[in-house]
């Protein structure tokens, strides 16, 4: 059981915007703690598509944008690409654990 | 620019042990904090723990405690992560990480240990 919820699965069409969610709790992301986003390809390292809630990282397409309210943050995705089908997850700290805490992945089909 | 380079795939037989290494470039070594991430097969992120390169002290994940061994070499500005007793479950990729200057977040490319007789 991941301490951030995020959905298992999201699916679009090509062209089409998703947002994925990222849940935590008063002791995370309530605790105004930083929330990241990574692109996970089978293999590779986890590619940074937003640092400390909206950043985007040199060479990251203005397609991908972060926000973050109360306990929640959300990675939206505009104008989905084929290349954009992998699992994404989110990641924080939690002070309770004293840990950095992922979410539980989601996978993105685009159609 | 801030890189973490790992060592290459290490293939080991049950029992045997591992070490990881995260050489670190282009920013003060002690300045962050270095964390090690794991990712088995079909599996999620799961954080391992931490340790603090100014001191050297570990910290560990409630599920990493005992067989892993974080220690650091800061003449080389490298980390590494030590498992011992290797089991079948411990293959997976295994990742560091650190979060630098304005809460950017880099990570190493990810060292594959595979346990296997």
């Known amino acids: 059981q991941s301490v951030l919820t995020q959905p298992p699965s999201v699916s679009g069409a090509p062209g089409q915007s998703i947002t994925i969610s990222c849940t935590g709790s008063s002791s995370n992301i309530g605790a105004d703690y930083d929330v990241h986003w990574y692109q996970l390809l089978p293999g590779t390292a986890p590619k940074v598509l937003i640092y400390a809630n909206i950043n985007r990282p040199s060479g990251v397409p203005d397609r991908f944008s972060g926000s973050k309210s109360g306990t929640s943050a959300s990675l939206a995705i505009t104008g989905l690409q084929s290349e954009d089908e992998a699992d994404y997850y989110c990641q924080s700290y939690d002070s309770s654990l004293s840990a950095w805490v992922f979410g539980g992945g989601t996978k993105l089909t685009v159609l | 620019q801030v890189q973490l380079v790992q060592s290459g795939s290490e293939l080991k037989k049950p029992g045997a042990s591992v070490k990881v290494s995260c050489k670190a470039s282009?920013?003060?070594?002690?300045?962050?904090?270095l964390n090690w991430v794991r990712q088995a097969p079909g599996q999620g992120l799961e954080w391992m723990g931490w340790?603090?390169?100014?001191?050297?002290?570990?910290t560990y994940a409630q599920d990493f405690t005992g067989r892993f061994v974080f220690s650091l070499d800061t003449s080389v500005s490298t980390a590494y992560l030590q498992i011992s007793s290797l089991e079948a479950e411990d293959t997976a990729l295994y990742f560091c990480?650190?979060?630098?200057?304005?809460?950017?977040?880099?990570w190493g490319q990810g060292t594959l240990v595979t346990v296997s007789s």
């Open positions: 990480a650190t979060k630098g200057a304005r809460g950017r977040i880099y």
């Open positions: 282009g920013y003060s070594f002690k300045t962050y904090a």
């Open positions: 340790i603090n390169t100014d001191t050297g002290k570990p």
